[in-house]
């Protein structure tokens, strides 16, 4: 892949931040940052120049670590990019937090003398405020050793290899397998896939109880009872609770549970099969050939570049232009590390995708759902404010399955109207089986952390009820136990970035709201979603919600009647 990215021009030329600064020097960076505390604050302008000085360094030192981890994800066995991300983990931004707690400090106290604007900076200082509330010195260290188990796992993960009918293949490659109608050969992959998960499962559990540990550790220094209670804080969680959280596990066990086990008792029926196995859940249920949509990623590139021209031309244009500098890197290959992300070059002001294609229909919708992020990241990137450029969490993701899901009808520039039909079927399973597998996660994330002083054994049982729970009861895990026990270790969010996975059910269903709209009127739903995402993240979660022509609502109340529609679709193209 190209590197083009580092080479990219700034979005708007330095004020502060001198041209040959190196913002992954400790010392460069610190001396900055201490220009910025050591400002004299003696009106409102001051304190507003302080805080865009202060945007246009946290923009330039963050596309310093994004290139750094960029690297690293691109290429884990490169032992050079690993330590270059690693000295950053481990000697920069201990520096930065600190400091830059010092200068919320700083500007909250300046606000008490000269009073920003509140419609402009209610945002802005709801989160300084959380910060500095969060904010001990003594965490520092161990947010650091969480960092570095986290770039451990990615290293165990981005190594697994599998070696598959006469040739070595990477865990995304396997997975193409799995749609094969032999279900010999089906079986086989799965089986070969897990036994390979398998050999590191207890390094894995080693570095993941260390996670644990040390998040507890950091939950209680700053005064919290739990890591969850502290991690909702630090995401800023101002408009739901834990409790929110768990009646939405409820819901999705009362209404989304039944529909997928109807569904996957119709996929055991029309396969003849007597029970359904972990390997019989992707393939296409009447044996038809693989959806096989590209050959290679110009393929990939190209098709989904003309349907974001036929959805809106200002959309396939900021496609086009990331396309066109490089910023997409999107082939499977040996040492990438595994799943799929968006990340902001912040001071350039453009997005970069990540990903691992191998030829299979999930590699589409991946696609349009980091496209997605890239958009949000595009056209929120006029304001100066860098912390108003993206957007919390659960919006985020509506931008991202929104476009999925608003895609749909535009499938035809890889398939016949037939196996369009068909891939859309399966998008509309997977989007069930996804609401469930989000609770599925969360609920485990709510109770390790509520139980911290779990063993690895009572883990894996947790999982495993709650996985009983949300998956319905219908497929035949038998034989397999262990395989079912560790299963949580694929999953990269519990690793990396606790709790954010109860963002996607959230989503999904005002992402199911503009494709309510889209096929009533889908140039109204294309300019609330634009009108949604050009606000960033300037305002309240519920007002983004609210400009996109959408409901922020995670009740039963609003989830049955969207699967009432979603169930309607799936019966009507399955000719059912």
Known sequence: MSMSFRSLPVFEKRRFVPEGAVLTKKDEVAALLKILLDREMGSLGDLERLILDRSEFDAALGQAGSILYIEMTCDTADSAKAKAYQDFVENVEPVVKSLEHALNEKILKAQ??????????????????????????????????????????????????????????????????LLESDRDLRERAWRATSERRMKDKDRVEEIFDKMRNLRHQIACNAGHENFRDYQFKAYLRYDYTPSDCKAYHKSIREVVVPLRREIDDHRRRMMKVSSLRPWDVAVDVLNRAVLKPFDDVAQLKAGVKNIFHRLDRDLGNLYQDMDSL????????????????????????????????????????????????????????????????????EFCEVASMSMELMANDLITEFYSPQDARRSAVEHLEGMISVLAWVATVDAFQHWMYEHPAHSSGERQMAWVGFHQEFGGGVIDWSGLEEARAYLWHRQLHIFEVPFYYIEYGIAQLGALQLWQQSKKDPCAAIQNYKRGLSLGGSRPLPELFSESGIRFDFSKNMIAPLMDEVYKEWKKLSGL
């Open 112 to 177: 008490e003398v000269f009073s920003l604007p509140a419609g402009r900076y209610e945002i802005y200082l709801r989160s300084a405020r959380a910060e500095v509330e969060l904010f001990v010195d003594k965490n520092i260290p161990l947010q650091t050793e969480v960092a570095l188990l986290s770039q451990e796992y990615q290293t165990v993960c981005g190594a697994m290899m599998v070696d598959f009918e006469g040739q070595e293949r990477t865990l995304p490659e396997m997975s193409k397998f």
């Open 326 to 393: 490089g910023l997409l890197d999107l082939a499977s290959r040996k040492g990438k590390a595994p799943g799929g992300y968006q990340n902001t070059l912040a001071e350039a002001r453009k997005p970069f995708i990540f990903m691992n294609a191998v030829g299979v229909d999930d590699d589409i919708r991946t696609l349009l759902h980091e496209s997605g992020h890239a958009f949000h990241s595009y056209l929120s990137a006029h304001d100066p404010i860098v912390d108003y450029r993206h957007a919390p969490m």
